[in-house]
């Protein structure tokens, strides 16, 4: 199977170099092409084998699976370059959230999904949303299936739900780390404790509870209860932290929609015009 790679920013080498690490594909079936030559320069180092495409064209012309992996004003020009080369038995698959289903169906002949990957994909882990277009067969949803399961699980959803699902599998190990380097931060300045060795109980923690989460039959809600004696330090501190960030999930939410539907309504006003 020959996979094409348009573009190969964080995400897009991020998976790339997942797939090759899982073994899901091997260099030398892999056509990339990017703005950026150094980056490509860099893949090509990272992974001898590569083939490395003088335009997305070619990229285009020898895969049968081509990932789009750009900015969602990008995509213009992208699918401008691309629209009279994509042959109809080939499957087209964006990453960026705010591109629609339509908006590729609308502007290309081929076959089309949209896929919400993780940076957890780096370690084999986390969850890929994935959502199909109307042209797909079974074989080719069982094809891009197998595909990400050896990066992931993949999951599919309705389009619809995309941002919020996307909010907790991709946004999420950001939203985490930022809350754990806070609560660190604090920890360092009130007790003067090693960051170092602090960062490497806090990680192990991160670990253990996403197998009690995933392995251990429980919920978030029991873990708390599990950890959280009543009357005892645990849960004062949780009484607390609800206090405190009464409101701030909604506002964090709230925040990411109206991101999302900005650059849909700028996709919206762009695609629909080629």
Not at 117 to 124: E, I, Y
Not at 184 to 193: F, K, L, N, Q
Not at 245 to 261: A, E, P, Q, R
């Amino acid at each position: 199977m020959k996979v094409g790679f348009i573009g190969t920013g964080s995400m897009g080498s991020l998976l790339l170099d997942a797939f090759i690490y899982s073994d899901a594909l091997h260099p030398e079936h892999l056509f990339v092409s990017n703005r950026s030559t150094s980056k490509l320069l860099q893949l090509s180092q990272r992974h001898e084998g590569i083939n490395v495409c003088q335009s997305n064209i070619e990229t285009v012309r020898k895969s049968q699976i081509i990932f789009i992996c750009v900015k969602p004003l990008q995509f213009k020009a992208v699918i401008q370059e691309i629209q009279d080369h994509i042959q109809p038995e080939q499957l087209l698959v964006s990453i960026t959230s705010p591109v629609q289903l339509y908006h590729l169906e609308n502007n290309l002949c081929c076959k089309v999904a949209k896929v919400i990957p993780s940076v957890t994909h780096k370690v084999n882990s986390g969850s890929s949303l994935v959502m199909y277009g109307s042209r797909l067969t079974d074989e080719d949803r069982l094809l891009l299936h197998h595909l990400l399961s050896h990066i992931g699980k993949p999951v599919e959803i309705n389009e619809l739900q995309a941002r919020i699902f996307s909010d907790f599998s991709s946004c999420g190990p950001a939203f985490i780390s930022f809350f754990l380097t806070k609560w660190m931060d604090a920890a360092v300045e009130m007790t003067g404790v090693d960051r170092e060795q602090l960062t490497f109980l806090t990680s192990e923690m991160i670990l253990g509870t996403g197998r009690l989460l995933t392995q251990g039959d429980l919920s978030p809600l029991q873990l708390q209860e599990v950890v959280a004696v009543p009357g005892g330090i645990t849960a004062q501190a949780l009484a607390q932290l609800n206090h405190s960030l009464d409101g701030t999930f909604h506002n964090l939410i709230t925040t990411t929609h109206n991101k999302y539907v900005e650059d849909l309504q700028k996709l919206d006003q762009t695609l629909g015009h080629l």
